[in-house]
Protein backbone atom coordinates (compact mmCIF):
# COMPACT_ATOMS: atom_id res chain seq x y z
CA UNK A 1 0.00 0.00 0.00
CA UNK A 2 1.43 3.15 -1.18
CA UNK A 3 1.05 6.71 0.94
CA UNK A 4 0.33 10.15 -0.95
CA UNK A 5 2.48 12.84 0.61
CA UNK A 6 1.84 16.35 -0.16
CA UNK A 7 3.85 19.99 1.00
CA UNK A 8 2.00 21.13 4.32
CA UNK A 9 -0.21 23.88 4.08
CA UNK A 10 -2.38 25.39 6.41
CA UNK A 11 -5.43 23.52 5.51
CA UNK A 12 -3.57 20.12 5.93
CA UNK A 13 -2.27 21.06 9.62
CA UNK A 14 -4.31 18.88 11.96
CA UNK A 15 -6.14 17.63 9.70
CA UNK A 16 -7.58 20.00 8.93
CA UNK A 17 -8.65 21.28 12.38
CA UNK A 18 -6.56 23.86 12.91
CA UNK A 19 -7.88 26.37 10.00
CA UNK A 20 -11.76 25.40 11.58
CA UNK A 21 -10.43 26.37 15.14
CA UNK A 22 -9.11 29.77 13.61
CA UNK A 23 -12.43 30.21 11.92
CA UNK A 24 -14.10 28.97 15.36
CA UNK A 25 -12.10 31.66 16.99
CA UNK A 26 -12.70 34.40 15.07
CA UNK A 27 -16.72 34.08 15.05
CA UNK A 28 -16.23 33.71 19.04
CA UNK A 29 -13.88 37.19 19.30
CA UNK A 30 -15.87 38.65 16.80
CA UNK A 31 -19.18 37.86 19.07
CA UNK A 32 -17.68 39.09 22.32
CA UNK A 33 -16.30 42.29 21.05
CA UNK A 34 -19.76 43.34 19.69
CA UNK A 35 -21.37 42.43 22.76
CA UNK A 36 -18.60 44.50 24.41
CA UNK A 37 -18.54 47.18 22.58
CA UNK A 38 -22.64 47.49 23.00
CA UNK A 39 -22.25 47.08 26.65
CA UNK A 40 -19.75 49.49 27.89
CA UNK A 41 -20.02 52.34 24.65
CA UNK A 42 -16.69 52.64 24.18
CA UNK A 43 -13.91 52.27 21.57
CA UNK A 44 -11.95 49.05 21.93
CA UNK A 45 -9.42 46.88 20.20
CA UNK A 46 -9.70 43.01 20.44
CA UNK A 47 -7.23 40.59 18.54
CA UNK A 48 -6.37 37.26 17.19
CA UNK A 49 -3.29 35.92 17.31
CA UNK A 50 -2.41 32.78 15.28
CA UNK A 51 1.29 31.29 15.58
CA UNK A 52 2.40 28.83 13.51
CA UNK A 53 6.01 27.24 14.84
CA UNK A 54 7.94 24.72 12.67
CA UNK A 55 10.60 22.89 15.14
CA UNK A 56 12.82 20.21 14.57
CA UNK A 57 14.75 17.46 16.13
CA UNK A 58 17.80 16.07 14.41
CA UNK A 59 17.87 12.41 15.56
CA UNK A 60 20.83 10.96 13.47
CA UNK A 61 24.01 12.59 10.94
CA UNK A 62 24.36 9.30 8.95
CA UNK A 63 26.22 9.61 5.94
CA UNK A 64 26.09 13.52 5.82
CA UNK A 65 22.22 13.31 6.00
CA UNK A 66 20.16 15.61 7.84
CA UNK A 67 17.12 13.04 9.58
CA UNK A 68 15.27 13.77 12.34
CA UNK A 69 11.56 15.12 13.49
CA UNK A 70 9.53 18.37 12.55
CA UNK A 71 6.96 19.19 14.54
CA UNK A 72 4.11 21.99 13.86
CA UNK A 73 3.30 23.54 16.65
CA UNK A 74 0.22 25.74 16.49
CA UNK A 75 -1.14 28.57 19.17
CA UNK A 76 -4.46 30.55 18.67
CA UNK A 77 -4.57 33.08 21.40
CA UNK A 78 -7.90 35.80 21.47
CA UNK A 79 -7.40 38.93 23.41
CA UNK A 80 -10.32 41.05 24.30
CA UNK A 81 -10.79 44.31 25.91
CA UNK A 82 -10.67 44.86 29.63
CA UNK A 83 -13.46 45.74 31.83
CA UNK A 84 -13.11 49.67 31.14
CA UNK A 85 -12.10 51.26 34.41
CA UNK A 86 -15.29 52.68 37.34
CA UNK A 87 -15.81 56.11 37.28
CA UNK A 88 -16.79 57.90 40.76
CA UNK A 89 -17.73 61.37 41.19
CA UNK A 90 -17.54 63.23 44.47
CA UNK A 91 -17.29 66.54 45.50
CA UNK A 92 -15.21 68.15 48.46
CA UNK A 93 -17.22 69.66 51.87
CA UNK A 94 -16.31 70.09 55.58
CA UNK A 95 -17.27 66.57 57.29
CA UNK A 96 -18.63 66.41 60.82
CA UNK A 97 -14.98 66.21 62.38
CA UNK A 98 -14.37 69.63 60.98
CA UNK A 99 -12.08 68.33 58.36
CA UNK A 100 -12.65 68.53 54.70
CA UNK A 101 -13.29 65.31 52.64
CA UNK A 102 -14.91 63.43 49.48
CA UNK A 103 -18.83 63.47 49.65
CA UNK A 104 -21.11 61.57 47.79
CA UNK A 105 -24.90 60.57 48.35
CA UNK A 106 -25.61 57.79 50.68
CA UNK A 107 -27.32 55.43 47.76
CA UNK A 108 -23.76 55.18 46.43
CA UNK A 109 -21.33 56.59 43.34
CA UNK A 110 -21.70 56.47 39.60
CA UNK A 111 -19.99 59.31 36.62
CA UNK A 112 -23.05 61.21 37.35
CA UNK A 113 -23.71 64.78 39.07
CA UNK A 114 -23.00 62.90 42.97
CA UNK A 115 -25.65 65.98 44.09
CA UNK A 116 -28.41 64.81 41.42
CA UNK A 117 -30.37 63.92 44.45
CA UNK A 118 -31.38 60.28 44.24
CA UNK A 119 -33.74 59.19 47.01
CA UNK A 120 -32.52 56.66 49.23
CA UNK A 121 -33.05 55.35 52.96
CA UNK A 122 -31.21 55.99 56.01
CA UNK A 123 -28.57 52.86 54.80
CA UNK A 124 -28.37 54.33 51.15
CA UNK A 125 -30.80 51.95 49.70
CA UNK A 126 -32.34 54.01 46.52
CA UNK A 127 -35.85 54.43 46.97
CA UNK A 128 -37.81 54.15 43.51
Known amino acids: MASNFIPVELTNIERGDFVAEIDKAFAEMAHDFVAFVEKNQISAKASLSVVVDINF ?72
Open 57 to 128: KKTSDRNGSLEGNFGIITKINTKLPNKPSGVTTAFIAEGDNGKRTLFTQSAGTNSGNPRQNIMADEDGVVIE
